[in-house]
């Protein structure tokens, strides 16, 4: 038995003493289909790799999962186009702000990582010329790979991100100027608009990120998702590049890799042991959930479980 | 009298001079449809504020003026709106490529000046909320204040531009994503490329542009194109950012206000004195006119002629 | 009889207006020895070229003439070196804060122009390579061609500096480290911190200066200061980077090249015409006197005198 | 038995294999003194928490271990001054260049983390501030800790290093212009360029850094070198920062918190299990050993060994 900790114990403890804290963030209102959420939502679901399952709150609620799903379209494109994937966007933390185009105008076009906007703009470009229905086929990915049926875009969310979504329009044109895109940025941008519109729960997100923690292979499905090797490479992004520039943060006080969206929330991952996802809705200023940090901040302090 | 310089002496002699350059700029090609144009076409026109006319070479010939109608669309802003204009656009110089969209990210979709495409795609969409027929009304500004009839935009180099202008399209949308676009980007860059693609000779623009020359009346048409106070400030605007990042290149060299196009032509005005238009297509890496620049530097070096 | 403007009306008028403006500038702080300056202070000086005065409040009262002394050493550095000087300084605008680092990274230790701080200690380098006693020879210079005996140095001020200025003992070594500087940092700053703390007053400066507004010659003392063709360079780069990163607000309201510094002195050239130099304390946020500002901006529209 | 890998078989397998590749790299050479070493020098040494030792080729030879040292003045600092360090640096990735002074520019003279030169000079005005014999102090806190008696600083280093480092007094008088710096640059970067010219061996910095794979405590020594918490947070920062702009290179390729030198020594830790230091002395462009960076690779690679 690789675990015996008592998370249960632990998620009500820590979950107490955060509902406690005053929520100094708000939620994502740049979106304004996300704005209607009710803040005080609080979720967490950990699974490990021998299938045990912990979980507190409102964790089997799907909500929008927003850029965490850019963890499942990076996997997909690594699985399609291996190492040439890497000709088009880095794996280096930015040191900017996730929307920010002033680094891609000094490095030419080619994004940081595939997490800030501007990469995991790329990606979409990538799967787009290499699926035959880009929507159908990624949510079909999910699903087979997790074992959860019940996973769909929301079209409301596409649609109020296609009203707002200027910087992302003019984060794929300035690609598109320098060269790195190679489909139409309209169409582009709907697949991520819908990539970005997925709604999951904590508890989904724990069972369908598992295959990061166990070298690949979902083991509720025993599916191998990616090799071993490149499971160990996204989970290395994830901890250099997963929370914008709040990524030294996050291994700091938890000291895990994971990626967190502007829905509120945040999976990570401890290779070997378990995938864990929370959830709630208001976000600090770097846009990353509030209390979601502070939860996992809490949780890996309490059971001693950090990769550091 | 007031001007007693012989030009066409000195027309001759710089061209002459400038013809043995070599010329070691190049043919915009960004933009497909300017790329046929003969790259050796060489004009020259000068008309006093006496209606004195001088002139060389393919001065009468229409080519893509490009960004020089810029100080036309600022002009008729200027004229709409007055100085509510600043609000939206500066008036310093850039100290970055026309292109650039660093500087507009450090100071939140403000535009440096209405001459770096940020700033004229600003001054576009404040044209578009304010008239009716922009692109008819706008030549017809361009007409009636002149006095010329035969001037229109060239359709071939509109679609050439809508087809490759993607660094546009980004400075588009992200100036919208900070608020400082009112209309629909596609609505304004449609605009905005038409602006670009006006053709005119020479002897065109010195003649349209001498309203600069004389405190704000055309005196060729008798009619007041801008107040003297606007004028001086327009001049005053071509002079601190007529040529992107060269601007203090054209100062340091020629001594005059000026603003250049990609299509290799540049105009310049003496205050007081009057307005010369240059035409010659290849291209120094920063855009202006390669050999244009050599001919103002030596016209107004030998008339002895700058406003320092 | 070039000028009947009656200037002394003007400024009266002018400066009465000023006066009654809030000055919401504040005294230069970060050099203490500034701080102790009577922010009430007010001067205007014009001379023309056919030598006629006019002058208002306390214009013949010494102040520290801050980086408008940086006129003075390029003047002396480019009379020394020619165009050779331009291999080590540029001389366009730099859309940037006067003391930056940014743009001198980007650019490799060449700054943009002579009158920036990284700039200026550039020249004074030359200067100390090229002088045998830099410190005086500067000082004879100066009185030698402007025919005014008592200009010294405020060695209290240059104190001042030394115990607090960082920053610019940041700029010296960076641009070292990029093989910028060919003399010892200590060395440079001390001739660059004695430059800075030149004391003269309106009257001195508009004198002093007079050769930028007759082609070189100083009508006073009849000394060719410059050729005709390097003060219209110097005028050139006044107009576009003597107000650091307003320079184009100064161009846009006043219309005349000139050169500010943080002791409040502005001074202004109208070519073939006239020296102004104007001295209130108190800065506006880009470092620039806000009373100098409106006295001249006041001044060259009631006088109609700009060069646009 | 935690671990039973035969590290001496795949030390030799992997430098056999690193020995065969082209060293692209250049020995450090901005430092005169650092490019007398032999660039064929080649070290491995591996010592893991139950004191097994593992090593290959020089790992007895000291060389200069340069900024592998600021993980010895990170450790002494936190421990002395707890979280309040945080206030003068931070510890996120840079996403620039070890020397960069534009972030510190737009950031208000805080560091970005304490790996950086300007963070890492931060550190040394802290232990200046906090210890009475700085350069003895720093060096018996390691001997103590490591139970490891001749360690030295190399005095012919510290003066090449003073004598060519204007980057390093740039951003010193830079953070101080900035009220980031509370000693004199001088003294503090005296103590900086002793802390970069300290020398040790491959088994030395093993041995030095086991607290890091030990929860703070050095098993060798059995001394407490720092609070649990507080390593696992170096680590963090190790793996977010210790490579400069390459530390998602090093996350992708090895997956293990590490920290590189200018001498070409390479530290790297397996929390709970071991730590590794590799020495070559030729560089890639961007400063870290480019055969070290292999070598690690390798070894992870082939001992399966990684905490992602």
């Known amino acids: 038995m690789k675990d015996v900790i008592d998370y249960q114990k632990i998620f009500s403890d820590v979950a107490s003493k955060v509902s406690k804290m005053d929520d100094l ?8 289909e996300l704005g209607t959420v009710n803040p005080n939502k609080l979720g967490i679901h950990l699974t490990t790799v021998d299938q045990l399952h912990f979980h507190f709150g409102d964790a089997t609620e799907k909500f929008s999962i927003q850029s965490i799903s850019k963890v499942f379209s990076l996997t997909l494109a690594l699985k399609l186009k291996g190492d040439k994937l890497w000709e088009r966007v ?8 996730f929307n ?3 680094q891609l105008e000094h490095e030419n076009g080619i994004p940081r990582n595939p997490f800030i906007n501007a990469g995991a703009i790329v990606i979409c470009d990538v ?14 990915f999910i699903k087979c790979t997790s074992g959860i049926d019940d996973i769909s875009y929301n079209e409301k969310v596409v649609h109020s991100e296609k009203e707002t979504g200027y910087r992302n329009y003019a984060l794929a044109n300035f690609m598109k100027s320098f060269g790195n895109l190679n489909n139409e ?15 999951m729960s904590c508890k989904d ?21 990616i090799t071993a090797r490149r499971s160990k490479r996204i989970n290395s992004i994830m901890q250099m590049c997963g929370f914008y520039d709040e990524a030294g943060e996050f291994a700091f006080k938890t000291g895990l890799p994971g990626k967190s969206g502007v829905g509120g929330g945040i999976i990570a991952v401890h290779p ?3 995938c864990i996802a929370v959830w709630s809705p208001k976000l600090n200023k770097n846009g990353n959930s509030y209390k979601g940090m502070a939860l996992l901040e809490g949780i890996t302090t309490r059971s001693n479980n950090s990769i550091f």
């Open 100 to 102: 920010s185009l002033v």
């Open 185 to 199: 940025v309209d169409c582009v941008l709907d697949f991520y608009f819908h990539l970005c519109s997925i709604e």
């Open 25 to 32: 963030g708000n939620v994502a209102c740049y979106i304004p």
């Open 272 to 274: 070997g042991k378990y």
């Open 127 to 140: 799967l787009v010329s290499s699926l035959d229905n880009p929507k159908d086929d990624l949510l079909d």
């Open 90 to 97: 880095g794996y280096e933390p930015s040191g900017c702000a």
């Open 205 to 225: 997100l724990a069972q369908a990120f598992l295959y990061l923690a166990d070298a690949g292979v979902n083991p509720i499905t025993n599916t191998t998702v």
